[in-house]
């Protein structure tokens, strides 16, 4: 769900605003990420937390914040960089097969460096 988001990509959408004139705006820009956040990052993030907590059920709180933090910053990336990334390697990253081969490393990835 964090790599193919139905409608708007919200990842692409915050760097885009991030670095054009919307951050300059402090009441758009605030009203932007409170948007984001209510409807798209907070239900995400604890949709994960609750998934890395049966695997990972000794972590404290904020050892779960950081774990989700990292994989949805995996995520914010293959989203926000998919041209530059397709290029350099030479893949396409809207075949199927490319994207469960990022699903598995980002979920490799993350449970290695948890412990897992």
């Known amino acids: 769900y964090l790599l193919r988001p139905v409608g708007p990509s919200p990842c692409r959408l915050m760097c885009r605003e991030i670095y054009s004139d919307t951050a300059n705006d402090t009441e758009l820009f605030e009203a932007l990420v409170s948007s984001v956040v209510k409807d798209y990052t907070a239900p995400s993030d604890q949709a994960l937390q609750r998934a890395l907590r049966i695997l990972l059920p000794d972590c404290e709180k904020w050892e779960l914040q950081r774990y989700s933090e990292s994989i949805f910053a995996q995520c914010a990336f293959y989203l926000t960089h ?16 490319a994207f469960e081969d990022i699903v598995e490393h980002i979920f490799n990835f993350s449970l290695k460096g948890a412990g897992c």
């Open 82 to 97: 998919s041209p530059f990334i397709e290029r350099l390697r030479g893949v396409d990253l809207s075949k199927d097969s």
